[in-house]
C-alpha cells in the first residue's frame, strides 16, 4: 500500500498545483449576481430547487438546467452564503478536471502522457480562469472528461456496460452546459468508434448504449420538470413562450452556435449610444443626463474590449479578450507537439486502443479550435470545452515524441515542455492575483448601493408580499442574493412582456407590491427599447413617484413608488400629481417628448414632486407621498381627501 501511494506522488504533486492556482484567494474574484439570485432563491424550497427559481416566488425560472447550482446551494448550506461558497464547487469541479484527464491519458497512452497532459491543464490560464468564476463550465468539463474516462476504460476491458455509466455522466455534463458540452460527448463517442472491438456489430451496440444512457441522463430535468405540477409553473428566462425545453435547445442551443442568444453589445450599438452622448451635449441637455449618456457610453465601450475579437482563424491568437495568452498560444504549441510526435514516430507501437485515443483527441482539438474560431457569440468561458483537448494534446505530442529516446532525448523533452508552460503559468498565476473571472456581472451594483436600497425597501414596504417589481431579471439579482424575498419581475429582459399592466395595478391596488425598481425611460435616448418601452414598465413610471435619491440610489428615475389605479387613487397622491393622476397615454406621449424639454425638465420635476408629497388635508403636515401612499389604505386616503371639501375631493376622484 505505502509502495502505491509513493507511486501516485507525481500525480498529487499536479493535483496540489492545480488546487493551489484554482483554491488561492478565492474570496478576492467578483460572482455573478444572476446565478447568486437563483442559488438563494433555490434555498428557500424544495419546489424552487427543482425548478431552478430565479427569484423565490417561484415565478421565474434561469435559463439553464439547475444541476450545477444544486452543488452551490449545498454548498452555501454548508458554508453559508457568501462568495467563496459560492465559487467552491466551480474550483472544485476545475480540480477534478485535472485528476479526470489524467486518468484517460493514462488509461489510453501511458503514465508519462498523463502527467504531462495534467500538467498542461494544471496551468492552463483559461482552464484556472473559468474554475475561478461563478460559472458552470468547470463542473461540466469534469463530468464530460469522466465520462471519456469510463469509455476508454471500457474499450481496453472490452466490456459494453460501462458504457452506460460513461452516458450517464455525458448525460449530466449537458445538464449543466447544455450545447458546450456536446463537443467532448461527440469526442467521447469517436473514441469508442476508433478504440473499440474491431468489429462492427460490437462497436454498434456500445455505441447505441452510450448513445441511449446519454440522451435519458441529458433529459432527465427537462421530463421532471414538465411533468410534476408545480403551481406556479416558472417562466425559463431566455425562452419566448417561457418553455424550459425551448431554453435548453433553442436559447442555449442551436442560437448560441447561430449567433442571436442574449443580449451581446455589438460596435453599432455603441457607436449610437455614443452618438446620442454627443447629441445631447450639443443639444445643451442638462449635465445630470449629458452624464449618464457619457457612462453608459463608457460601459459599452468596455464591455467590448472584454469580448473576443471577430470571427475568424486567428481569433484566439488575438490579445482582445486575453485569447492568446489564455489560450491561443498553447494551441499553437499542442498542435506542433502533435505534428512533431507524428513525424518522429511517437505512434508506433501504440496498441489500438492508444491509436484511437490519440486520433479521438486529435478530432477534439481541431474541431473545438475551428469552433471556437468560428462561433459568432464565443465567450471565454466556452473555451472550457476544449480545454482538455489541447492539454492533452500537448502533453501527448511531448510525451511521445521522446517516448523511444535515449534518456538525455526524455530530459531535453520535459524541459522543452516546462518552457512552454512557462508563460501560461506566470499568465495564470497574474490573474490569480488580480482575481480575474469570466462569469461576467449580470446587473451588479456596489454593494452600499444595494445596502441602501434594501434598508429602504425594508423600512417602507413592510406588508408587500413582493419587494420590489423590477423592470428585467438582471435588475433584481443584486437584491435577491441579498435578501431572498420575492420579487416581482415585470419582463424576461428580452423585451417578452410577463405582467400585464392591468395585473402590475391590481397587485398595487392590492398592496401586494408597492415600489418597483425600473431603469431608462423609453426616449430617443435612452437607448433602454427592450424594456422601457414596455406597456407595463411605462404604467409603473407613469403611476409612481421617483424616490431614487431618498432609496440612497445614485440616478434619478431607478425607483418609483407605485401609487393605486383604481377609484381610491386618490390616497395615493391626493392633489394635482404629475404621475398617477394622467392617463397612461398621456404619460406616454410625455415620455416621448422628454427629450425637447430636457432644459426644464429638472424644475418641473421638483415642483411636481413637492405637489405630489402634500397631503390632501388643509393643514401643512410633514408626511411625503413616498411614505404614505403605499402604506395607507385607500379609504384612509379617502377619508382625507372628502374632509378637504367638495373641490378637492373631486381633485383626488
Known amino acids: 500500500m505505502r509502495r502505491a501511494w509513493r507511486g501516485l506522488g507525481p500525480e498529487a504533486a499536479v493535483l496540489a498545483l492545480a488546487a493551489v492556482l484554482r483554491l488561492a484567494a478565492l474570496g478576492r474574484v467578483p460572482t455573478n449576481p444572476y446565478y447568486d439570485a437563483a442559488v438563494r432563491s433555490m434555498g428557500t424550497s424544495w419546489a424552487a430547487f427543482l425548478s431552478g427559481a430565479f427569484e423565490p416566488g417561484r415565478r421565474v425560472a ?41 486518468w484517460l491519458l493514462r488509461t489510453l497512452l501511458d503514465r508519462s502522457v498523463a502527467l504531462a497532459g495534467g500538467l498542461a491543464l494544471a496551468v492552463a490560464p483559461s482552464a484556472v480562469i473559468v474554475a475561478r468564476s461563478d460559472t458552470m463550465d468547470a463542473v461540466m468539463a469534469a463530468l464530460a472528461v469522466a465520462g471519456a474516462a469510463v469509455v476508454a476504460r471500457a474499450a481496453r476491458s472490452g466490456s459494453r456496460w460501462p458504457l452506460v455509466g460513461a452516458g450517464v455522466l455525458l448525460g449530466l455534463a449537458f445538464e449543466v452546459k447544455l450545447a458546450e458540452a456536446l463537443l467532448p460527448v461527440g469526442a467521447a463517442a469517436a473514441l469508442w468508434w476508433f478504440a473499440g472491438p474491431r468489429a462492427l456489430r460490437p462497436r454498434a451496440v456500445g455505441l447505441g448504449l452510450l448513445g441511449g444512457a446519454f440522451v435519458a441522463s441529458a433529459l432527465a430535468w427537462l421530463v421532471v420538470v414538465s411533468v410534476v405540477p408545480l403551481h406556479p409553473r416558472p417562466w425559463a428566462l431566455g425562452a419566448s413562450d417561457g418553455s424550459p425545453w425551448r431554453a435548453a435547445l433553442v436559447y442555449n442551443g442551436t442560437a448560441r452556435l447561430v449567433g442571436g442568444a442574449g443580449n451581446a453589445p455589438s460596435a453599432a450599438a455603441g457607436g449610437a449610444v455614443a452618438g446620442r452622448a454627443a447629441a445631447a451635449a450639443s443639444r445643451g441637455a442638462p449635465p445630470s443626463r449629458a452624464a449618464a449618456l457619457a457612462r453608459r457610453a463608457r460601459e459599452h465601450a468596455a464591455a467590448l474590449a472584454r469580448r473576443p475579437a471577430p470571427a475568424g482563424p486567428l481569433r484566439l491568437l488575438s490579445a482582445q479578450a486575453h485569447l492568446g495568452r489564455w489560450i491561443g498560444i498553447e494551441a499553437v504549441a499542442a498542435l506542433a507537439a502533435l505534428a512533431v510526435a507524428l513525424a518522429l514516430g511517437g505512434a ?10 490519440l486520433l479521438a483527441l486529435a478530432l477534439w482539438l481541431v474541431a473545438g479550435l475551428a469552433l471556437c474560431s468560428a462561433m459568432p457569440g464565443l465567450r471565454p468561458r466556452y473555451l472550457a470545452c476544449v480545454d482538455p483537448a489541447v492539454a492533452a ?45 469570466v462569469s461576467g456581472r449580470t446587473g451588479a451594483m456596489p454593494a452600499a448601493r444595494v445596502a441602501a436600497l434594501s434598508a429602504f425597501l425594508h423600512a417602507h414596504a413592510a406588508g408587500a408580499v413582493d419587494e420590489v417589481a423590477v423592470s428585467a431579471p438582471a435588475k433584481a439579482g443584486p437584491l435577491i442574493a441579498r435578501d431572498g424575498r420575492p420579487v416581482l419581475i415585470l419582463s424576461d429582459g428580452q423585451g417578452n412582456q410577463l405582467v400585464s399592466p392591468a395585473a402590475l395595478a391590481s397587485a398595487v391596488d392590492a398592496g401586494r407590491v408597492r415600489y418597483a425598481l425600473i431603469g431608462d425611460a423609453c426616449t430617443a435616448n435612452s437607448g433602454n427599447d427592450r424594456t422601457g418601452c414596455l406597456p407595463v414598465v411605462r404604467w409603473a413610471r407613469a403611476h409612481g413617484v421617483d424616490v431614487s435619491r431618498a432609496a440612497g440610489q445614485p440616478h434619478r428615475g431607478s425607483l418609483y413608488a407605485l401609487t393605486p389605479s383604481g377609484p381610491a387613487a386618490g390616497a395615493a397622491g391626493c392633489g394635482r400629481t404629475a404621475t398617477s393622476a394622467r392617463s397612461l397615454r398621456r404619460a406616454l406621449a410625455a415620455g416621448r417628448s422628454a427629450g425637447r424639454r430636457a432644459s426644464r425638465g429638472p424644475a418641473r420635476r421638483g415642483a411636481r414632486a413637492r405637489r405630489a408629497s402634500r397631503p390632501c388635508s388643509g393643514a401643512r403636515r410633514s408626511r411625503s407621498l413616498l411614505v404614505r401612499a403605499p402604506a395607507d389604505p385607500p379609504s384612509l386616503g379617502s377619508r382625507r381627501c372628502a374632509a378637504t371639501g367638495p373641490a378637492s375631493a373631486r381633485r383626488c376622484r
Open 393 to 437: 494534446c500537448l502533453g501527448a505530442g511531448v510525451a511521445l515524441a521522446v517516448r523511444a529516446r535515449p534518456r538525455p532525448a526524455r530530459l531535453v523533452g520535459a524541459a522543452v515542455l516546462c518552457a512552454v508552460l512557462a508563460l501560461p503559468l506566470v499568465t495564470a498565476v497574474a490573474a490569480v492575483s488580480r482575481g480575474a473571472q
Open 348 to 357: 508506433r507501437g501504440l496498441g489500438r486502443v492508444g491509436r484511437g485515443g
Open 62 to 102: 434561469i435559463d439553464k438546467p439547475p444541476v450545477d447550482l444544486w452543488l452551490q446551494v449545498a454548498s452555501t448550506r454548508l458554508f453559508g452564503f457568501d462568495g467563496v461558497a459560492l465559487l467552491l464547487p466551480e474550483a472544485l469541479g476545475g480540480i477534478a478536471l485535472v485528476a479526470a484527464l489524467m
